[in-house]
């Protein structure tokens, strides 16, 4: 396709506070490479855990590092735009692409329609117009049964009889396989010329090993072996024996061991007798080879002069020097250089004669024959992967621009990729719900997006299958949830799961909730309070009650109580005291509604500035932390790389999460007989307006609305608040001094 792109002009969309490009041509597609990567809502995304096909993802995922990055997704355009007429067919999302949209002057699109039209070949329709996913899947009739791939690994049973599958099969038993496209077991050309390498070697090693002069010492050799550790630790205790004749004691078999010995049933393959020394230990003595030897190396000791002392040494005897014994090791040592000279591979799993047979058997070159005719068809299944590349992209690359480039799949509420489904709790439907590997690990980033995240363990009955969730309540209230409660939460392909809430980040959900918020705190205090007073009234009425039961049952065993003292006598300061407080209380009430009702008709702003002052911070952080929720933290704990902020503003939501709500023109029948019985708030309000009204009246605030009779200061006269005070007297003048005389 011709590169035309200059000067692309873009289109915005500003949603949630974030201005995101439109996608609405094939040509905002093909110029996506232009668009400044600072302006794209993703920068990455994983490609798994996501709503999208994963074959679909590591198609494009070139790095195979299980992300998406941006250089791949430009990759994947630059590669679209070579080999179709134009993006716009991208925007349908067909899983079935016209052949006519692939360009045919290109020698990619050439190659790519020559092939999409021998599949539909192969499959009976050379007419179709279209090629689908399923077309593209039933490649395996254009080949056998046993089809080579191109991969250049060949599975047991691509080969041509049974000997050359048998021979697959031993290679992988001992050199292991590798697993090709198809998921089958099996060997490339690194993995046979292992093999045979070490056959050859294994042969030759074995061939040096079947020598007279080493063969003839194969007996001898094991004999030897047998008892080589025994017989050095024989001489050692008898040279420590001459160094000292206290040793013999110490080095041979002890009284302590043999006493040990002697209280169980021995036999010759008894541990205990095998860790005794192999004869008596005695400066300068010989090993004997049958008498007064431990009965645990007798058949050992007996191979030992049959095999190697008589053969080897000339003539049998009855006990072995220990130059004779280096001179032994010496003449056998041959047979036990091949030995360590063995190959270290896995192929001695085999029999020595059939390695040499497949050694011999012209099985190397067959099966290197079987590798080359798979790598021959390589390049057809290429192009035959890549028309299923193009399908692939053809039906999921625009849904993954608008879940990468922007976000318009997520706030034109279309279900974006990383929404798993709903789940339905508390009279609420969560649509952003996304699936979690970690809770722990997620919680701990995701809790920066000042969303409420309720993590759920979800099980789906009957198969299984387990998966957990984090659901974000973003309408309504939190007062009901909490760990433990259930749900159920429905999938994308529409099947249900078992939800059980296991962890909640708890955030305002909104201003309404944090309206209300510190009065319900003031009244589960209260009632916190309640409950304990009871329980401890209750307590202590149990113990006076288990007082009084004791005392009762052992009243015959008890002296008499002395008589209970009289009642104390009457407390006038006390009374006086609690007079005060009440007074004090009430002229505290009284002045605090004196200069309530001095704010005359701004008596409802009054009201409201109280309200205002009790739940007004709660909504005051509740408005800030709402402005601050943000999706990107929920994502990148999910192995995103968000971009840009996006935001949940209070509108959108409460698009996300539905509160339940009759249907449009539902008729309701409000009559429950089984409702709780309606307390009368009209006589509690009669009750309230008869109470201010006195107590208007006695302040004195009502005497400019009645006659003169029905005045408080009528009434009461002086003795109402509202009378006016009279003046002080002054004091009387004091009398002049007498004069003196």
């Known amino acids: 396709m011709a590169d035309t792109r200059s000067g692309h002009k873009w289109t915005f969309f500003r949603t949630g506070g974030l201005d995101q490009v439109v996608l ?60 179709l007429v134009n993006l716009d067919v991208l925007l349908a999302g067909d899983s079935s692409l016209p052949l006519a949209a692939i360009d045919a002057t290109s020698e990619s699109g050439r190659a790519l329609l ?109 004999a030897v072996a047998a008892v080589k550790a025994k017989v050095d630790d024989y001489f050692a205790r008898c040279h ?5 004749p206290r040793a013999a004691s110490f080095l041979g078999a002890t009284e302590a061991a043999l006493t040990a010995l002697s209280t169980q049933a021995l036999s010759a393959s008894s541990e205990g007798l095998a860790q005794l020394p192999i004869a008596r230990v005695e400066c300068g003595r010989a090993l004997p080879l049958a008498a007064g030897v431990n009965p645990a190396w007798l058949a050992a000791l ?65 099966l290197l024959d079987l590798v080359e005719k798979d790598l021959a068809v390589k390049d057809e299944i290429a192009r035959i992967d890549a028309v299923e590349k193009l399908v692939r992209l053809n039906r999921d690359f625009f849904t993954l621009l608008r879940n990468f480039v922007n976000f318009a799949a997520f ?28 809770p722990a690990k997620h919680a ?30 973003t309408d309504g209230d939190s007062d009901q949830l909490m760990v433990g409660r259930n749900g159920i939460f429905y999938d994308r392909d529409g099947n249900d799961w078992d939800a059980t809430i296991s962890k909640v980040i708890e955030n305002p959900i909104s201003i309404r909730q944090a309206f209300f918020a510190p009065y319900k705190r003031f009244v589960r205090m209260v009632e916190e309070q309640v409950a304990k007073r009871a329980a401890a009234a209750d307590t202590s009425a149990g113990a006076k009650l288990q007082a009084a039961a004791t005392a ?49 008709p701004w008596v409802p702003a009054g009201l409201i500035g109280i309200i205002l002052a009790i739940s007004g911070p709660s909504m005051l952080i509740a408005y800030l932390k709402l402005r601050q929720r943000s999706l990107g933290p929920v994502l990148d704990a999910n192995g995103w790389a968000i971009n840009g902020r996006v935001s ?62 029905a005045k408080s200061t009528s009434v009461m006269g002086d003795l109402a608040p509202a009378a006016p005070k009279k003046p002080a007297e002054a004091p009387a003048p004091a009398a002049a001094p007498a004069a003196k005389p």
């Open 24 to 83: 609405k041509t094939g040509a905002d597609i093909a110029h996506l490479d232009e668009l400044d990567q600072k302006l794209w809502v993703a920068l990455a995304c994983p490609t798994r855990g996501i709503e999208l096909d994963p074959a679909t993802l590591d198609l494009i995922d070139v790095d195979k590092d299980g992300r998406i990055r941006v250089p791949e997704v430009l990759a994947a355009i630059r590669w679209l735009r070579e080999v």
């Open 114 to 222: 020559a092939t999409a039209k021998r599949i539909l070949g192969s499959i009976g329709t050379p007419d179709a117009e279209r090629i689908s996913l399923t077309d593209v899947a039933a490649t395996e009739k254009i080949f056998d049964a046993k089809n080579f791939n191109g991969d250049g690994i060949v599975p047991a049973d691509t080969a041509p009889d049974d000997g050359i599958e048998t021979a697959i099969e031993e290679v992988i038993s001992t050199h292991g396989s590798k697993t090709d496209r198809s998921s089958k077991p099996g060997i490339d050309k690194e993995i046979i010329d292992a093999f045979f390498a070490d056959a050859k070697a294994f042969c030759e090693w074995h061939a040096q090993g079947a020598a007279p002069a080493v063969a003839a010492l194969a007996a001898a050799s094991a």
């Open 240 to 244: 420590l024996a001459g160094l000292d």
């Open 302 to 366: 007996g191979a030992l002069a049959r095999d190697a002392v008589e053969p080897v040494l000339g003539g049998a005897r009855s006990e072995l020097t220990e130059a004779e014994w280096g001179q032994l090791e010496t003449r056998v040592e041959p047979h036990r250089a091949w030995l360590a000279a063995k190959p270290a591979s896995p192929i001695d799993k085999l029999a020595p004669e059939r390695i040499r047979a497949l050694l011999d058997g012209g099985v190397h070159a067959a």
């Open 411 to 438: 706030y034109s509420k279309a279900g974006a990729v990383f929404q798993a489904g709903t789940l339905y709790l508390d009279s609420r439907g969560c649509d952003l719900c996304v699936r979690v590997a970690d």
């Open 444 to 473: 701990a980033l995701a809790g920066l997006a000042k969303v409420y995240l309720a993590y759920c363990d979800c099980v789906r009955r009957g198969t299984g299958q387990t998966m957990t969730i984090a659901a974000a309540f």
């Open 552 to 600: 009762t049952a052992t009243a015959d065993q008890t002296k008499a109580a002395p008589p209970a003292p009289g009642p104390k006598a009457f407390d006038l300061a006390l009374i006086t005291g609690i007079g005060v407080a009440i007074g004090s209380i009430g002229t505290f009430i009284s002045s605090l509604l004196n200069k309530f009702f001095d704010l005359g």
């Open 648 to 709: 949940i503003t209070v509108p959108f939501g409460g698009a996300l999460t539905n509160v339940a709500a009759l249907p449009a023109g539902a008729s309701r029948n409000l009559s429950d007989p089984y409702a709780d019985k309606k307390r009368p708030w009209g006589f509690y309000a009669f009750v309230a307006a008869v109470l201010a009204l006195a107590l208007g009246w006695y302040t004195g605030r009502l005497d400019k609305y009645l006659p003169g009779p």
